[in-house]
């Protein structure tokens, strides 16, 4: 088995697309249509990495999961990488850089996500 991931997401046909990517590519999958089941199912089992999309029920909610996640001893140590199309849908100069303090995440992928770019960064962070 390559991993367990856990997308959080609320578009389903996104999660969807990405759970069918992953598992031909031998991970297990498990999904989440907010953060705050997301935190409670990455808490209840145990997982390698979580996707994880900033604009659900709020703009930020991404942002403030990143942050619960990385402060819960139990969470802690799961790599977080962002997927979001917030700098297109809020028409953002600038992009997000992981950052240890404000967003405590391994890597920020903008939407839409090329699946080759998306296998990388799941190889690349996935808790080992």
Do not use: H, R
């Not at 498990?30 to 979580?50: C, H, M, R, S």
């Amino acid at each position: 088995m390559a991993g367990k991931v856990l997308i959080v997401d609320d578009d389903p046909d996104f999660v969807e697309a990405i759970s069918t990517l992953l598992e031909a590519k031998g991970y297990e999958v498990d999904t989440a249509a907010n953060g705050q089941e997301g935190f409670k199912k990455a808490k209840a089992k145990p997982v390698d990495l979580i996707l994880l999309d900033v604009m659900m029920a709020t703009k930020s909610e991404g942002f403030d999961t990143a942050k619960s996640l990385k402060q819960d001893q139990a969470t802690k140590d799961i790599p977080v990488v962002l997927i979001t199309g917030i700098k297109k849908d809020m028409n953002l100069p600038f992009g997000f850089e992981p950052d240890a303090d404000w967003l405590p995440v391994k890597a920020v992928l903008e939407k839409p996500v090329k699946p080759d770019v998306l296998l990388k960064a799941v190889e690349e962070n996935i808790k080992k």
